[in-house]
């Protein structure tokens, strides 16, 4: 994955937003690994040659995550993946529901039940089956639930159109003085 300025033809990923959020990223990544997690990918030392002040963290993936990490527990909002492993659908979706946010989350199965079961069941605005990041494209609503929604509408899709819009209801009536059916448009009174 090419991870360079934001606004260069190939590039696939650019900076995050500010320093404090690669602080950020950077201290919960490195917490995990502390605390036992296993480091899959690892994006903290990336340097994009050109931009050497920028706020670059790469893709990481952390292994082996547990639910009291940091790393579980908080919206990174970086390029990190977190896979905090179970050993049953119920305890994967009581863990889930029990976190106070519900962004997205994944769920990897070749049982259709499972798959069911999962995106029935979890609290979460977007569910990823077989797939790592359940963010879909902009004219699909992109948003969680619980702690993770700010205000009461999604930023993509038909609640985003709607919130950067306003609608206008016209009710109007044009009656004719004489109308050839003979109807009328007075309201009966008795």
Do not use: C
Not at 28 to 34: H, L, Q
Not at 49 to 67: L, N, Q, S
Not at 158 to 169: H, I, L
Request: charged share 20%; aromatic share 10%.
């Amino acid at each position: 994955m090419k991870v360079t300025n934001g606004t260069a033809p190939d590039a696939a990923m650019g900076p995050v937003i500010t320093p404090a959020s690669k602080d950020f990223i950077l201290k919960t990544v490195t917490e995990a690994e502390a605390a036992g997690a296993t480091l899959v990918v690892d994006g903290r030392d990336l340097v994009v040659p050109g931009h050497e002040d920028g706020f670059w963290v790469g893709p990481t993936i952390i292994d082996h995550v547990k639910a009291e990490m940091a790393a579980y527990t908080e919206e990174i909002f970086g390029p990190v993946l977190v896979v905090v492993r179970v050993e049953t659908l119920e305890e994967g979706i009581k863990l889930i529901n029990a976190n106070p946010y519900g962004n997205g989350t994944a769920i990897f199965t070749s049982s259709g039940a499972a798959a069911r079961k999962f995106q029935r069941s979890v609290d979460v605005g977007m569910i990823g089956i077989n797939v790592p990041l359940p963010v879909p494209v902009a004219y699909y609503s992109f948003g969680g639930w619980k702690a993770s929604l700010f205000g009461d509408k999604h930023i993509y899709g038909p609640e985003g159109v709607s919130f950067y819009t306003r609608g206008k209801v016209v009710t109007s009536r044009w009656p004719e003085t004489h109308h050839a059916s003979g109807a009328s448009y007075k309201l009966p009174l008795h």
